[in-house]
């Protein structure tokens, strides 16, 4: 079984930034694995945020693109989102993903095991 844990979720004030970690544990070799970023608003379907390949290639949705920032540490079995200039509409319960795929996707079905989230609340 793996386990990923989410932290770093928070309130912050638009324009504001937040780095979120997801540590990996059990059954999981992390260094061969694609580690993904979603996010969840109340109301809405789970939305690809970004993702990053064993190699370290990274894709981003446009909304992410020139203000988050994933990376990964191995020897950590840790994965990392830096957010930047957020915004109200960000507010949502992020999540973090593994999937053994050797190229990144984005199609949440393919991810074979999530965290538990981690809550993000962007407002004044």
């Known amino acids: 079984q793996v386990h990923l844990v989410e932290s770093g979720g928070g309130l912050v004030q638009p324009g504001g930034s937040l780095r979120l970690s997801c540590l990996a544990s059990g059954r999981i070799v992390f260094d061969l694995n694609t580690m993904g970023w979603y996010r969840q608003a109340p109301g809405n379907e789970r939305e690809f945020v970004a993702a990053?390949?064993?190699?370290?290639?990274?894709y981003y949705a446009d909304s992410a693109k020139g203000r988050f920032a994933i990376s990964r540490d191995n020897a950590k079995n840790t994965v990392y989102l830096q957010m930047n200039s957020l915004k109200p509409e960000e507010t949502a319960v992020y999540y973090c993903?593994?999937?053994?795929?050797?190229?990144?996707?984005?199609?949440?079905?393919?991810?074979?095991?999530w965290g538990q989230g981690t809550q993000v609340t962007v407002s004044s």
């Open positions: 990053i390949s064993r190699s370290g290639g990274t």
């Open positions: 993903a593994s999937t053994s795929s050797l190229v990144i996707i984005t199609t949440p079905g393919r991810y074979a095991d």
